[in-house]
């Protein structure tokens, strides 16, 4: 007897197909429950179990088709009622995706398309697949598998992205053909065109293969799908896009969708048309079966013959369920029976999955450790985002690809300002999930753990609190720190800058110290003051510079002290003043040089003294004028020279005196005058001589007096030129030549009581 079903098991012809219920589904798994017939009581489950069933159907139009599957099930019902030495197994087949059911996982897919995280996931299984999408997809920076099956996180990612699936089925195997357009899925083997046969009013005889049930109706939903999106790389752009789903007459219904995950608006825009075509999927409803046992999900085929004109189009079979009971194996009597019902949409929509499978949402927070290449001890990006991986995640190999770029929560965030502490690589961090989305992680702070322990040795520095960094790339001791302790009577603030401190206030600055206070510079100290600056201390100030010290004042300096100033220079002073320089001393001064002093003034210097002065000099003293010297005492003068006193006047000199003029010599006492030599004196001149006068000309000598000439001499005068001389002494006068003449003009009187004439 001819069977349409015939079994291929891995118990062969000792296993016998009697009926089978299943159905099939695009984007879904299928599942056959079949029962099988055998004349052995003693089949093992574990012999079937994870082997390969194919059914053999033969369409009687289509030739041969075949549905292959996986046994997941496999048990011992009992005696066939219906045959008699048969008993009866039932064994459910599943595909090999089915397994992804039975595969929950953790894991994170950084910068991948939707269609390369399907190849990652896929190929770990081993089983066959093609990929037949017409579209290119997005680069999701971060999607995560979160605590689900593979098979929930493959479906709510191409029900995302308007991706479906369905199987191909072979004598030996299955493949699974992911697909994105209606278009290039292929039409039912054998007649594509299935006519309608009416069981109540289709006059004639059937064909072979018809359909006999057909239920088609219209359904009434959303209007619109609007989604819209925020994404912080584009935070001013608004990506809001929006599509019709049909044109029935009604009130304006709108789906609205928030944050999905978009980039940019063209994303939204793909999604929003993904979304309102799988919207309008739903205001079709067809539903039909009949005996065409070629209709398979995923797969097309027209109807023809029906009498509603319009629904003779051509369809896609979006599920099929498969009733099929062959024909019995003793008696005979009982007939097979093969039936397909389906639920099919109209080849001109374009097919897309509805959101069905839910997103895992994360309750709470959870811990994870901050990432980054090797060597990097910190890794960001131009808004301060990490990379970090979860401690559940078992695939990651703690790098840049650990996860996307996750935001950083911070204490303030403005444009260009606010606060900024991007965590560090090794650090952990406390993680928290925006609308609980595991795609959307944000980090909001940090926790301390064996490998990270705090700073300043806890727990006996639990009372200190503060900020501590470290310099990348060494080690702890170099950091920068605020730090406060506030145990009580202890209180301190510790700052540190490891190297520069740069300070700006832009107004006032006030610090008020109630006590003590000490700084420290290693090296050099720079202080500008652009206005004014007051400096107050109540009590004493040292200053010490232990090398030199240089000041510089732009205009005036003042310098009030209030009793004494003493000012030690070691070595060398220089004072030097651009104009005027004014030295006040209301009381005594004195001024001690160990060794030379040097004055130089450019101009004029006057020198006044209200009183007294005195000018000792231990040695030497020279004075130096380069032109006029004028020197006035008001009284009295008294030079006293204990050695010699020259005096060297290049030109003139005149010595004013207003009364009487003494000079008094202790030794002896020359006057050298290279030129002309004069001495006027207005009144009477004395020179009282102790010892010997002598006057000396190298070429003539005049004495003139314009009344009288007096020349008194304590015992002899003398006067001589070359041999002859005249000599007076004591009541005798010598006159002494070879030759002597007198001449008197008029009158020569000689008047003596006595004269020798020779």
């Not at 293969?209 to 088609?216: A, G, N, R, T, V």
């Not at 004013?656 to 009477?684: E, F, R």
């Not at 004591?730 to 002597?740: D, F, P």
Request: charge should be neutral; proline fraction near 3%.
């Amino acid at each position: 007897m001819n069977r349409t079903i015939i079994a291929q098991t891995p118990f062969g012809s000792d296993l016998l197909f009697k009926r089978m219920t299943g159905v099939e589904k695009i984007s879904d798994l299928f599942e056959f429950d079949i029962v099988f017939v055998s004349k052995n009581a003693n089949l093992q489950g574990n012999e079937i179990i994870g082997q390969p069933i194919t059914l053999e159907i033969d369409t009687q139009t289509g030739g041969k088709r075949y549905l292959n599957g996986l046994a997941t099930d496999f048990g011992y019902i009992g005696e066939d009622e219906d045959e008699e030495g048969y008993y009866t197994y039932t064994c459910i087949v599943r595909p090999f995706m089915w397994y992804l059911t039975q595969n929950v996982d953790s894991r994170s897919f950084v910068e991948k398309s939707v269609l390369d995280i399907s190849k990652e996931v896929l190929s770990s299984f081993g089983f066959p697949y093609q990929i037949q999408c017409q579209k290119s997809y997005r680069t999701r920076g971060y999607c995560v598998q979160y605590q689900e099956s593979s098979f929930n996180f493959l479906n709510r990612i191409f029900e995302q992205e308007g991706i479906y699936y369905y199987f191909k089925h072979t004598s030996d195997s299955h493949e699974l053909i992911i697909v994105d357009d209606v278009n290039v899925l292929p039409s039912i083997s054998g007649t594509v065109s299935i006519p309608y046969h009416s069981r109540q009013s289709t006059p004639g005889t059937p064909d072979i293969e018809y359909i006999d049930e057909w239920l088609e109706k219209d359904s009434l939903k959303s209007s619109q799908f609007i989604t819209q999106d925020y994404n912080y790389k584009n935070a001013k752009v608004e990506m809001k896009a929006s599509e019709a789903v049909h044109n029935f007459n009604s009130i304006d219904m709108k789906h609205y969708e928030f944050y999905t995950g978009f980039s940019d608006v063209s994303e939204a825009q793909n999604y929003s048309q993904v979304r309102s075509e799988s919207l309008k999927s739903e205001t079709k409803l067809i539903r039909g079966a009949g005996t065409a046992l070629t209709l398979a999900p995923g797969h097309t085929f027209s109807l023809i013959k029906h009498p509603h004109y319009s629904s003779n189009t051509e369809y896609l079979l979006i599920s099929t369920k498969y009733e099929f009971e062959e024909a019995g194996y003793t008696t005979g009597e009982k007939i097979g029976s093969f039936r397909i019902s389906f639920r099919a949409l109209p080849k001109s929509f374009q097919y897309r999955p509805a959101l069905k499978t839910l997103k895992p949402q994360v309750i709470g927070t959870q811990a994870a450790t901050v990432t980054g290449p090797g060597g990097e001890e910190v890794y960001t990006n131009e808004y301060g985002d990490i990379k970090i991986q979860f401690h559940w995640d078992k695939y990651g190999q703690m790098n840049e690809n650990s996860s996307g770029w996750v935001r950083v929560a911070q204490g303030s965030a403005g444009s260009g300002f606010g606060s900024i502490n991007t965590p560090r690589v090794g650090e952990e961090v406390l993680v928290d999930f925006i609308n609980g989305d595991v795609d959307r992680p944000i980090i909001i702070g940090r926790l301390y753990n064996s490998a990270m322990t705090p700073p300043w040795g806890f727990p006996s520095a639990a009372k200190q609190s503060g900020i501590k960094s470290k310099s990348f790339n060494s080690p702890l001791a170099n950091y920068n720190e605020l730090m406060f302790n506030d145990t009580a009577g202890a209180e301190i603030v510790n700052f540190q800058a490891q190297k520069d401190l740069t300070s700006l206030v832009k107004n006032n600055e006030t610090r008020n110290v109630n006590n003590d206070r000490t700084t420290t510079i290693g090296n050099n100290e720079t202080l500008s003051v652009t206005g004014e600056r007051t400096k107050s201390i109540q009590k004493n100030e040292t200053v010490s510079v232990a090398q030199n010290r240089n000041a510089s004042v732009g205009q005036d300096e003042s310098l009030a002290v209030t009793q004494n100033q003493s000012l030690n220079v070691g070595q060398s002073q220089s004072i030097s003043v651009g104009k005027d320089q004014s030295v006040n001393v209301s009381m005594n001064r004195t001024r001690s040089v160990g060794q030379s002093e040097q004055i130089s003034v450019g101009q004029s210097q006057a020198l006044m003294i209200g009183q007294d002065q005195s000018v000792t000099v231990g040695k030497n003293q020279a004075f130096t004028v380069g032109a006029n010297r004028n020197k006035t005492v008001t009284a009295n003068e008294v030079s006293n020279i204990g050695g010699n006193r020259q005096e060297t006047v290049t030109i003139c000199s005149i010595d004013n005196v207003g009364a009487a003029k003494v000079t008094n010599v202790g030794g002896a006492s020359m006057l050298n005058v290279g030129g002309l030599s004069m001495t006027n004196v207005i009144g009477a001149e004395t020179h009282i001589v102790g010892g010997a006068i002598a006057l000396a000309s190298g070429l003539h000598a005049s004495m003139r007096s314009a009344i009288n000439t007096t020349i008194v001499a304590g015992a002899k005068v003398t006067l001589r030129v070359g041999g002859s001389s005249i000599t007076m002494s004591r009541g005798e006068i010598k006159i002494s030549a070879k030759k002597i003449t007198i001449n008197g003009k008029r009158v020569v009187s000689v008047d003596s009581s006595k004269i020798h004439l020779n």
